[in-house]
């Protein structure tokens, strides 16, 4: 086992699939030489060179539409989107292309490849910095969407997420790059796609997050222990597909159910689960299921004052546990 | 049975071989038929799905009346089930040329569970075939490019030799995706061919409403490849220009773009009426310049299609078109039971079916009414 960062997590995975498989290729917007703005991809360029390493022009969706016709033509293509917040112009090739291929062609055809993009606010990057986009693509049917929270699921998830035969978006929330860290082991492992994790056991109230928010469930778990709640938190790690099982059999023991995440409230990933939980949990329920997300405005604001008022963080975790649990 | 290119005719007359048409071009009299009875009978397929469409059989029609020759004579220049083709929805005899049947296309205009390009899940049109190395179509225009321009990425990286081709109209060639890709292409000297028929119209648009300068091909020059505009009815013209394009593309020199300027003989889809939008004299223009009876004469001409062999030709697809319609019309619905296939790879657990269940086994349209002709409908 050794320590690593998200960030090094995510490069050793790619490092080592691109060594386990010579036909995963990396491209995107200055992944070659300088490594990738925040430096996933270092070293990789000059380990593996200019056919496998691209630096593309600066065009979303053409690094999303070639990574389709690439992984038609066999290859397996790991694109980066910069910030999650450009991926919109490629919404068309990813909504359209990538999620419908194998449907639309009666499974003649499969899209396997992987976009990563960092996401998330708390860093300050503003509007078009900071989004969660994830709620865009969950909606499709066709794609998976990951996002881990630990440098262990990171690499994990990833190797999986490269493996899969269908396009995988994998969000990595970039304020958690170099301040997480985690036990890592050194040999090869998997993390499943589509399973879910209990992170933190407990009796009265479940919590579910995924990303960031996973990780300040946690301390809001611990906050409200000090007042005696028992808290179960759930990492989701794949959001789709659902694992509904650990969700509902949690919710199940607890009754009680808060849903965390750090995007717009309305109509956010977090409402689906919400109402996946009210209509197959419903008889267990002692209380409503309840929300903590990021207020319905059009972006993350920039001054630190408006920031911290957006970002959800563990003590609006923790008032949240409290009121539910008091239910 | 379908007709396939095994079953071409017997080997040239001597009258062929003293005219020598397309002998330049390395084309013999045996090629010259086969790529007749492919404009042929991509013509038969599509007026039968109009008279299918009017018959109330069929419940929609996109039509590649006007641009046989200009596909068939692309297509012919590239390899047979090893290069790449992502096609678009008047792309018929680009895939009758690339190894689908008159099978394939009518089950595709029926919709039915044998349908190989979608099972029935796509509109007509939206034709595909692994087996053939034909990209699945989709409904939102020039996405296409962008995956033929990866698969010649992977094409350059696994050093395959193969090259792939795309191609559009030219009111999708305004798309945003046309100058990402091209410039991608360009960038990497991908063994990439971008081919445009134009036909002169997006819908109802016409051609100076829609491009600048009129000329897709100049295009081209800004992204430091060639740009070629040939005549869409004269069938050799076309073939000559993409294989030339071929010819640099696994030379590894890169991208050529290939303008073919062709003809719509045909409203934009069965439930467009051109004559809204489009003079009687410019439709007889197009008429006057349609590429079947062009390249009839030509190779009528050149002693190369003789009244017998024209004949012999003519039967052959009328069977074919003929087989197709009778097997079309037998084959069965896709069930409801099979449509949350294929969503992914596998099945998951949390891709529920819908409260209504999967449904019980449908009755087959050819026992039940037909339906009304469509009519002004969203396209």
Not at chain 2, 264 to 292: P, W
Request: charged share 20%.
């Amino acid at each position: 086992m050794a320590l690593r960062t998200f960030i090094e997590a995510v490069r050793e995975g790619l490092r080592e699939e691109m060594t386990r498989d010579e036909n995963v290729i990396v491209l995107g917007e200055d992944v070659g030489k300088k490594g990738g703005v925040f430096l996933a991809t270092d070293g990789l360029w000059a380990e593996f060179g200019d056919d496998r390493v691209i630096d593309t022009p600066l065009t979303e969706s053409q690094i999303i539409g070639t990574s389709i016709g690439a992984a038609i033509g066999g290859l397996r293509p790991v694109a980066e989107i910069q910030f999650a917040d450009f991926i919109h112009p490629a919404f068309n090739q990813l909504v359209s292309e990538a999620a419908r291929l194998r449907y639309r062609s009666n499974n003649g055809y499969g899209a396997p490849m992987v976009v990563r993009a960092p996401y998330g606010g708390g860093v300050h990057g503003a509007l078009y910095h900071s989004q969660s986009v994830e709620a865009f693509f969950t909606h499709v049917p066709g794609l998976k969407v990951v996002i881990p929270s630990t440098p262990y699921d990171a690499k994990g998830l990833l190797r999986s997420s490269i493996r899969d035969d269908d396009p995988v978006l994998f969000f990595e929330h970039k304020k958690m790059y170099r301040s997480v860290r985690g036990e890592v082991p050194d040999g090869e492992y998997t993390v499943p796609l589509g399973k879910a994790q209990v992170t933190h056991p407990g009796t009265q109230v479940t919590v579910i997050a995924y990303g960031l928010m996973a990780h300040y469930a946690l301390e809001a778990a611990d906050r409200v222990a000090e007042d005696g709640i028992s808290v179960e938190v759930v990492d989701l790690r794949t959001l789709r597909p659902l694992d509904k099982e650990t969700v509902l059999d949690s919710v199940r023991k607890t009754g009680k159910c808060l849903v965390v995440y750090e995007d717009n409230r309305f109509g956010g990933y977090g409402a689906e689960v919400s109402a996946i939980v009210a209509e197959e949990a419903f008889d267990y329920l002692d209380g409503p299921v309840t929300r903590i997300a990021g207020p319905d405005v059009p972006g993350v604001p920039y001054n630190h004052v408006l920031e911290e008022w957006f970002m959800v963080n563990p003590e609006k975790i923790a008032d949240g546990i409290r009121k539910l649990a008091a239910y | 049975m379908a007709v396939t290119r095994s079953d071409k005719p017997a080997p040239a007359r001597a009258a062929a071989a003293k005219r020598a048409l397309g002998a330049d071009l390395g084309l013999t009299a045996d090629d010259l038929l086969e790529m007749y009875r492919l404009v042929a009978l991509a013509r038969a397929v599509d007026e039968r799905m109009w008279v299918l469409n009017r018959a109330g059989r069929i419940p929609f029609v996109i039509s590649g009346q006007g641009h046989e020759g200009a596909q068939v004579g692309v297509t012919w220049a590239l390899q047979k089930g090893k290069d790449w083709i992502a096609p678009f929805y008047r792309s018929i005899a680009t895939c009758l040329t690339f190894g689908m049947t008159a099978r394939d296309i009518l089950t595709a205009q029926y919709a039915t569970a044998s349908d190989p390009s979608s099972g029935g899940r796509q509109m007509p049109g939206h034709y595909g075939s692994h087996e053939h190395n034909l990209v699945s179509v989709s409904s939102p225009v020039a996405t296409q490019l962008l995956h033929a321009v990866g698969l010649a990425l992977a094409a350059k990286i696994k050093k395959t030799g193969q090259v792939a081709l795309t191609i559009m109209g030219e009111g999708s060639s305004n798309q945003g995706d046309v100058h990402e890709g091209l410039n991608f292409a360009a960038i990497h000297k991908l063994p990439f061919i971008f081919v445009v028929e134009n036909n002169g119209y997006a819908i109802s648009v016409p051609l100076a409403r829609q491009v600048a300068g009129s000329s897709v091909a100049q295009r081209a020059a800004g992204y430091g490849i060639p740009g070629v505009t040939v005549d869409g009815s004269d069938v050799l013209a076309c073939y000559a220009a993409a294989r030339e394009a071929v010819d640099r593309a696994r030379a590894g020199d890169g991208p050529t773009l290939i303008e073919a300027i062709v003809t719509r003989l045909t409203g934009h889809s069965s439930d467009d009426q051109q004559t809204k939008y489009r003079s009687e004299e410019e439709l007889a223009a197009d008429k006057a310049h349609d590429c079947v009876p062009t390249f009839r004469a030509q190779l009528a001409d050149a002693g190369i299609l003789t009244p017998e062999e024209e004949a012999r030709i003519g039967a052959e697809i009328t069977a074919a078109v003929d087989d197709a319609t009778e097997y079309a019309e037998s084959q069965p619905d896709p069930q409801p039971s099979t449509a949350m296939k294929w969503v992914y790879a596998e099945d998951w657990p949390s891709e529920t079916p819908p409260a209504w269940g999967l449904g019980t086994p449908a009755e087959h349209p050819a026992e039940s009414e037909p339906s009304e002709p469509a009519g002004e409908g969203v396209h």
